[in-house]
């Protein structure tokens, strides 16, 4: 497989999308697809740059075996559209932002991000951020079963490259 790159985005970059960075980079390691999928993550807005990820998602994905104390928030920029091969949103709001932003020859790579878990019949990651603890373990249910679709999906398509 040759390298893929994959970017998840939200819209502060400290709840949804890290976690879904954190979820991915764990399930290629066990996975052995490590070194073939390039992992990060970003947000549609500025209000946490630099901060880490909010300490309610840190929770909630240690108690799964995931730490994602490194990462620090990041806004989408005009090179990520260029450089990721799948630009995949948590919602539509999301999506729509990232479309208004998109050059024209990028906007095949942007999805959302539950396209690849069509059995749960959810096809956004819902903000947690002004909810409580359990809408954290709610996000990461439905980001490890898009996760694991995705790297299903990519193993299937990229296998023979
Ligand atoms: P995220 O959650 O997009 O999953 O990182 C949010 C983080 C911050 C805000 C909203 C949602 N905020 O309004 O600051």
Excluded: W
């Amino acid at each position: 497989m040759a390298v893929v790159r994959v970017l998840f985005v939200c819209l502060g970059n400290i709840c949804r999308s890290p976690s879904a960075q954190g979820l991915m980079e764990k399930v290629l390691e066990e996975e052995g697809l490590a070194d073939r999928v390039e992992v990060d993550s970003a947000g549609t807005h500025a209000f946490h740059v630099g901060e880490p990820p909010d300490p309610r998602a840190q929770e909630a994905a240690a108690r799964r075996g995931v730490d994602l104390s490194g990462q620090r928030a990041r806004r989408v920029t005009a090179v990520d559209f260029a450089r990721y091969d799948y630009i995949l949103a948590m919602d539509r709001e999301n999506l729509a932002a990232l479309e208004a932003a998109c050059p024209p020859e990028h906007v095949g790579k942007l999805r959302l991000l539950m396209e690849f878990a069509p059995d749960l019949g959810f096809d956004e990651v819902p903000d947690p951020y002004y909810g409580g603890p359990a809408g954290f373990d709610r996000v990461l249910d439905l980001l490890e079963a898009a996760v694991r679709g995705l790297v299903e999906h990519l193993r299937r398509l990229h296998a023979a490259a």
